[in-house]
């Protein structure tokens, strides 16, 4: 069981690029969670998804941000013509109950740099 | 205001000395979350609490539902417990999302 599974560890883009994050839930987990960590702050909720829908997308700005959960492969959080300020470490998570009633484990994050 | 507020922000220790990190929040919750944080690297949950208190190892938590403050203790602190630690919580009434604290950023000298 090798947990959550996130790639890549590191990405580099240039701005005006598309940036894909990846997250394998841990096995039997279906709901997934994204969050956001912005340099010297603290994480923030982006997305709450389940296989095939997104339950809470609260979290996202409004616009060049998406998520998605199919029903086969990983949760996938696209960012489209990135920006210098989306630059941040990007943490998913996982549980296999909605609303993380019985813990979430995390994953290790991948760390967009933005050039 | 903050809906989690953190204290302290940074906290200097010597090893062998007992710690406490205070997490208040201002919200309903269903459950509050301690993670830990290595610098570059991932997070782990520590201990996920409704109510009363949790120990693991050296690790202890708890949990004062009424006061909405709980604590994060740790006995003979180590080097390798220099980290930083989260407070989150589970909101009682949007369930799906957890809200963070700011972090405390802990270093324990040898």
């Known amino acids: 069981n090798a947990g959550v599974m996130q790639n890549p560890r590191h990405l580099v883009r240039r701005r005006g690029q598309e940036a894909r994050l990846r997250c394998s839930p841990m096995k039997g987990h279906s709901h997934v969670y994204w969050y956001r960590q912005l340099p010297e702050e603290g994480l923030k909720f982006m997305v709450y998804?389940?296989?095939?829908?997104?339950?809470?997308e609260s979290g996202m700005p409004k616009e060049r941000f998406s998520a998605e959960f199919p029903k086969e492969g990983p949760s996938i959080l696209r960012i489209q013509q990135v920006v210098r300020g989306d630059s941040a470490a990007y943490f998913c998570?996982?549980?296999?109950?909605?609303?993380?009633?019985?813990?979430?484990?995390f994953g290790s994050g991948t760390r967009l740099t933005v050039v | 205001k903050n809906e989690v507020e953190q204290s302290p922000q940074n906290l200097t220790a010597q090893e062998g000395e007992f710690i406490t990190i205070n997490c208040s929040y201002s919200v309903g919750i269903s459950a509050l979350h301690w993670l830990q944080q290595h610098p570059g690297g991932g997070i782990v949950s520590l201990f996920m609490?409704?109510?009363g208190k949790k120990k693991h190892g050296r690790l202890i938590a708890t949990i004062n539902i009424q006061e909405k403050h709980s604590s994060l203790h740790i006995t003979a602190s180590h080097p390798r417990d220099s980290a930083v630690y989260i407070c989150a919580v589970l909101e009682g009434t949007s369930g799906s999302r957890l809200t963070f604290g700011e972090g405390t950023q802990l270093t324990v000298n040898p």
């Open positions: 998804l389940q296989k095939e829908n997104i339950i809470d």
């Open positions: 609490l409704s109510s």
């Open positions: 998570a996982s549980s296999n109950q909605g609303q993380g009633l019985y813990g979430y484990t």
